[in-house]
């Protein structure tokens, strides 16, 4: 009977986090954050933004249709303080010109594999300022990286945003194709 | 700073039994003062008990165990104990450690399986009590329910009884160690609980009884009236009076008003959304007031005892923030705002409501230490200085003058303690988003220590969820971040809450304005103040007119001092309202309504007659 006994400090039988929604975005003003440093958690896309929405577009085809629309972007996988998995596109240069929110983003996503980090924007420098905790307690503090595979968790989070037809409806949309 | 319980002599745990039947087979006088039953009580070093039947109990002219500076007395929810203590007209002890609250700080911000009662305590640390969920429960109704008991009922409601004594007392063996490292802060929570909480449910709120009488007897042909009156332009009520929804679609439709929706498109009904709406469209006003009075005029519900005082147990330590957490429906100040004119001083007596005047950014200037917001604090009307110094209202600008603007810029500078967004604070004044987005702008350049301090506590939450550390206020009360963080007081919780808020532990630290208020309380009725009720910043107070100036200055001078030990020396300002006997307490925002109902009331007498 004692082994059934209700105890909050020892009774929690083994689970691990199965994330079936994973966001797409940046992280909030005050979302501490860790990079997962483990190689190939992230990569490089061409995506395309439509009406608020980020697509990948890998059908060369596709691609190749709405090239001057498209943008290549790194997508981290970053892991909040709560254990919430984000994915995190961030601009690469374009034509050779660095923008400023990307690269200090880009930064920021580095600084990250390494501690605990928050960004907010500072309109007045045009760029993300990186804020971090003073060293100390929270060095060894690990963050709960997710389960799943790089792969997996893009699967999840661009299920409905993959443009992988020539002939997909944004596509078309956005060549004025009609029918 | 750990502490040795050996300093005690006697450490004796509590519990009583009461109900509200003054006589054998009488009815309960809900709102009364408790009647007791029983009380049991366990010495834990000699493992002396007592347990006493009321008859023995009513005779005693002090408790039979020792009540000196030497002895600890231990109870889980020490205001009940207490109250019962005062009924009896018993010294009340110097030194009380409640579990409950102490029980409340383990899982504040957690799922607590159990419940936070007693049983929730036990099970919480793997111990059960010896009596059931459902013995208690059938006890408790039958207490309730009023004697005669026989013998044998006599016997196993002492039993009971004794069997929460010795519950309380594992319970303290089992959180000892929790508590010991903070046991100065646990002995102010308990000495809220069993001094000043207890003497608040004794005295209770002064009101009307013959007006709250003839008002819920009525309420019914009240109710027909005030529809009739307000809702005669809109015909938004339906034929058996209730507020339809349907109709209300069509009222707008007709006076072209815009209206929030929800997801699924239908109309947005929360208070707070017609309470911001109305200030853009005035129109509405009474529509708003009149489902808040059928919603918050619970009569039927509300505490009043024969002897004309409103008592209700007030849930110590209820919310996540530490705060009271009295039942809307039997509370005076829980219920509308019109109803507040049924509170009303005995003849030849007065009520004083004193408040800390603008004390959440009172608080907000000294905890960041912006010495620019204490100056503004300081120097008079915080809201109006901020306007002045960002240039949105002239120099020349009073609370009279400005009184709209004014308005704007509480919403402004408050909301800044919590975080509102432009889009928010757009909505809430009535203002193009442009303008929100520079009055926030503008607060953050004119206050920056306070915006960095503001930003800091955000971090500091999540970091310090990061490790394992919870927030807490100044006395210690804290509030451990879930896995999806920690929602703001005040806010519904919904499944479809996306995660953590930042602003949600924004202003928790405001809580210290709780710390204060418990100070203040204790420090008011050791000083001899008739202190009937904690009101958010408020403290509520009743005396003979000859004695009134004297008791607010009593009052003012406490909340000062708590002001001062909560905010290290910072001392917030009070203002004070007066209702002398035959003057009712009144609240402007809800004089119209009760001018409505008073004016109806010598028809129903008429009627009645």
């Known amino acids: ?179 | 700073m750990r502490v040795d319980l050996s300093g005690y002599k006697s450490i004796i745990v509590l519990d009583s039994e009461f109900n509200f039947i003054a006589r054998d087979g009488g009815r309960p006088d809900i709102g009364g003062r408790p009647v007791p039953l029983c009380l049991c009580a366990l010495e834990l070093r000699s493992g002396t008990r007592w347990t006493i039947w009321r008859e023995e109990l009513l005779i005693l002219r002090s408790p039979p165990f020792p009540i000196d500076n030497n002895t600890l007395f231990v109870a889980f929810v020490a205001s009940a104990e207490m109250g019962v203590f005062r009924v009896l007209g018993w010294p009340i002890p110097e030194h009380i450690l409640d579990l409950s609250p102490e029980f409340r700080t383990l899982v504040s911000g957690r799922y607590a399986p159990a419940g936070r009662g007693l049983i929730g305590a036990l099970a919480h640390f793997g111990l059960a009590g010896s009596t059931s969920v459902v013995e208690k429960d059938t006890w408790r109704d039958r207490i309730l329910e009023g004697g005669p008991f026989s013998a044998e009922e006599r016997a196993r409601i002492e039993a009971y009884c004794m069997s929460d004594v010795e519950a309380t007392s594992m319970l303290l063996t089992a959180m000892w160690s929790k508590i010991e490292d903070k046991f100065q802060f646990a002995l102010i929570r308990g000495t809220y609980t069993g001094e000043a909480q207890s003497f608040m449910e004794y005295v209770g709120v002064p009101i009307d009884f013959d007006t709250f009488t003839l008002i819920s007897e009525n309420w019914d042909h009240i109710d027909a009236q005030l529809i009739a009156r307000y809702d005669r332009d809109f015909g938004i009520f339906d034929e058996v009076g209730s507020f339809s929804e349907e109709r209300f679609a069509a009222c707008l439709n007709r006076l072209g008003l815009p209206w929030p929706r929800l997801p699924g498109g239908r109309l947005e009904l929360k208070d707070r959304t017609f309470e911001s709406m109305v200030k853009i469209h005035p129109i509405l006003r009474p529509i708003r007031e009149l489902r808040h009075v059928q919603s918050a005029l619970r009569l039927h519900t509300m505490a009043v005892g024969l002897d004309g005082r409103n008592r209700t147990p007030l849930w110590a330590f209820g919310s996540k923030t530490s705060r009271n957490q009295p039942s809307n429906a039997s509370f005076i100040f829980g219920a509308s705002v019109a109803l507040r004119g049924l509170i009303q001083a005995r003849p030849g007596w007065g009520v004083a409501y004193v408040d800390w005047s603008q004390q959440e950014v009172g608080i907000a200037a000294a905890l960041s230490e912006d010495e620019e917001l204490m100056r503004d604090y300081f120097s008079g009307d915080v809201y109006l200085n901020f306007g002045k110094r960002a240039a949105l209202i002239p120099g020349h600008a009073t609370k009279a003058t400005h009184e709209a603007q004014r308005e704007s810029l509480k919403v402004c500078v408050l909301g800044m303690g919590y975080g509102l967004g432009a889009h928010q604070l757009a909505f809430r004044i009535g203002r193009p988003l442009i303008y929100a987005k520079q009055m926030l702008k503008a607060h953050r350049m004119l206050y920056p220590v306070h915006a960095r301090w503001s930003d800091h506590n955000v971090e500091e939450a999540v970091l310090g969820h990061l490790i394992g550390r919870p927030l807490e206020t100044c006395f210690r009360w804290p509030v451990h971040l879930g896995a999806k963080g920690f929602r703001r007081y005040g806010t519904d919780d919904d499944d479809d809450d996306p995660g953590y808020r930042p602003n949600s532990s924004r202003n928790f630290k405001m809580q210290a304005n709780a710390e204060m208020m418990r100070l203040a309380c204790i420090l008011t009725v050791r000083r001899g103040v008739e202190l009937c009720a904690p009101i958010h910043d408020a403290l509520l107070i009743h005396a003979p007119l000859d004695r009134l100036e004297h008791d607010i200055a009593v009052t003012q001078a406490a909340m000062a001092e708590a002001s001062r030990i909560v905010l290290d020396g910072f001392e917030l300002r009070t203002d004070v309202k007066v209702f002398c006997y035959p003057q009712r307490y009144m609240d402007k925002r809800g004089k119209g309504v009760w001018d409505e109902i008073m004016g109806l009331l010598p028809r129903v007498k008429k009627e009645r007659a």
């Open chain 1, 1 to 179: 009977m004692a082994a059934a006994r209700y105890n909050p400090e020892v009774d929690t039988l083994a689970t691990t986090k199965i994330s079936t929604e994973v966001p797409v975005g940046k992280p909030g003003p005050f979302q501490f954050f860790r990079t997962d440093p483990r190689p190939g958690y992230a990569d490089l896309y061409w995506t395309l933004e439509f009406e608020g929405d980020q697509y990948l577009v890998i059908n060369p085809e596709a691609r190749a249709r709405v090239q001057r629309l498209l943008r290549l972007k790194k997508i981290f996988t970053i892991v909040d303080a709560f254990g919430n998995t984000t994915l995190w596109p961030i601009g690469m240069p374009t034509n050779g010109k660095t923008n400023r929110w990307h690269s200090s983003a880009m930064k920021a996503a580095e600084i990250a594999t390494e501690q605990w980090v928050r960004i907010e924007s500072n309109r007045e420098i045009g760029a993300y300022e990186t804020w971090g905790p003073v060293a100390g307690e929270l060095t060894p503090v690990e963050p709960r990286l997710p389960t799943q595979s790089f792969d997996e968790l893009m699967n999840i989070a661009f299920a409905e945003f993959i443009i992988d037809d020539p002939d997909h409806p944004v596509i078309r949309r956005l060549l004025f194709v009609g029918g």
